[in-house]
């Protein structure tokens, strides 16, 4: 499954999609920016994972803005 704007996650919400992908047997993959709005409820699960030995990617160069035109 992919998880967009997986910065606003909450600890209980992240705790939710893990649990039931899990179950299901389903791969996540986490888009976000952790610099970005956090969560309303409690926790920044997605900035914990990547601090913590997550697999992360990271896009340098932003192309949306360029017009060759």
């Known amino acids: ?7 606003m996650i909450s600890r209980k ?3 939710k999609i893990m649990n039931h992908a899990d179950r299901t047997g389903a ?5 976000g920016d952790k610099g970005q709005n956090s969560a309303i409820s409690a926790g ?3 900035k914990f994972m990547q601090q913590n030995g997550a697999t992360t990617h990271r896009i340098e160069e932003i ?3 360029n017009n060759p035109v």
Not at 1 to 7: A, N, P, T
Not at 27 to 31: D, E, K, P, T, Y
Request: cysteine-free.
């Open 1 to 7: 499954w992919l998880i967009d704007e997986s910065g």
């Open 13 to 15: 919400q992240m705790l």
């Open 27 to 31: 791969r996540l993959v986490f888009v």
């Open 44 to 46: 920044s699960p997605f």
């Open 63 to 65: 192309v949306r803005q």
